[in-house]
């Protein structure tokens, strides 16, 4: 199936990735490409999102902590209303990877089931 405005393939959930969906952000047009294109497997939540954030282990190359994240994860979307219904406050990792060659030490983060 196929968007009716875009004609792009929509994707598992029945939606259009680019038409259908309120636009997240990270201010980085790199990373959006690469949200765009992985959605919704793949999206951007901002740092507010998560509480309780515990530090588990820090190395050399980056740390894993442990968060709740409050909105949780996608579990299915409402065509309607056009949004995510998600799975509630959620135990999550974040793991941070210290990029050393940026000074501005960007880092890249990703969230896995706990
Ligand atoms: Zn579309």
């Excluded at 530090?55 to 949004?83: H, M, P, T």
Aim: some cysteine; aromatic content about 12%; proline content about 4%.
């Amino acid at each position: 199936m196929n968007c009716s405005k875009c004609h792009e393939e929509l994707n598992v959930y029945k939606f259009c990735s680019t038409c259908d969906l309120p636009p997240r952000t990270s201010k980085n047009k790199k990373i959006d490409k690469i949200i765009k294109e992985a959605q919704p497997f793949l999206e951007w939540i901002e740092y507010e999102e998560f509480n309780g954030i515990e530090l588990i282990a820090e190395g050399g190359f980056g740390s894993v902590s442990k968060a709740i994240w409050s909105s949780g994860y996608v579990i299915n979307f409402n065509k309607d209303q056009r949004k995510f219904i998600r799975s509630g406050p959620s135990l999550v990792a974040l793991k941070m990877i210290f990029n050393s060659s940026n000074a501005n030490s960007n880092t890249i983060q990703e969230v896995s089931g706990y």
